[in-house]
């Protein structure tokens, strides 16, 4: 399975706008970039998914390079409720859709 | 819609006791996960099902045994408790598990202690 690297923390302030890296060298061409969250003492909870072209939904844009080797995800504006645990994923093509979770990026967010 | 939800919220077993978790769904979604969470860890899988009556193992199913004999429901089995199966377990469901329709919705947690 592609592994992927992503910063141990991050901080931001309240309602500026946040840039998660994270690095999937391995990737391979069918491999879907998923993220999901953390919130403190919950379950995780789905972010935002892509392949090629980035994405942008109600909670967040993703951002894909070209080569498909690294990708960023961007919260508009911080809040506080942000504050979490992003989980950056590569899910191959195939039909269990098991994900496999690395360390993720814990984010902190300034008021 | 409830969504994912787990039982108990909280357990402690001493060491070799035996104890059944529950995750049920009302979403009617096809496949079915179980992952655990050590302390500063990401999730990892531990079995998984992608049907009523079918299971399969993930990456750490040792200790484990699951059933899914209702499409709504995933059972997590722990025979013989140990001390390093302290840790919090976490239920998730997904309508498929192609990659488009991949979103899982996870349930709140249960918190295992074993002494």
Redesign the interface.
């Known amino acids: 399975d592609a592994k992927t690297t992503q910063p141990n923390s991050m901080e931001s302030n309240e309602e500026e706008p946040v840039h998660l890296p994270c690095n999937h060298s391995t990737i391979s061409g069918?491999d879907?970039i998923?993220w999901?969250r953390q919130l403190p003492?919950?379950?995780?909870?789905?972010v935002i998914?892509g392949?090629t072209s980035n994405v942008n939904n109600r909670m967040a844009s993703l951002a894909i390079a070209e080569d498909r080797k690294s990708s960023t995800l961007i919260l508009h504006r911080a809040t506080l409720r942000d504050a979490a645990v992003y989980?950056c994923i590569l899910?191959?093509?195939?039909?269990?859709?098991?994900?496999?979770?690395?360390?993720?990026t814990t984010l902190q967010v300034k008021p | 819609n409830a969504g994912v939800t787990q039982t108990p919220k909280f357990r402690v077993l001493k060491t070799g006791q035996s104890m059944t978790l529950l995750c049920a769904q009302d979403m009617n979604h096809e496949y079915m996960y179980w992952y655990r969470q050590d302390p500063g860890m990401g999730l990892r899988l531990i079995h998984y099902s992608v049907g009523e009556g079918t299971t399969a193992k993930g990456e750490v199913p040792d200790g484990y045994n699951v059933s899914r004999l209702k499409k709504q429901n995933f059972l997590l089995g722990l025979e013989s408790a140990a001390p390093s199966q302290t840790s919090v377990y976490f239920c998730a469901s997904s309508p498929m598990g192609g990659t488009i329709d991949n979103e899982q919705f996870f349930g709140p947690g249960t918190r295992l202690t074993v002494l």
């Open positions: 069918t879907y998923h999901y003492s919950q379950g995780p909870e789905y998914h392949l989980y899910n191959f093509s195939s039909n269990t859709g098991k994900l496999i979770f690395g360390q993720g």
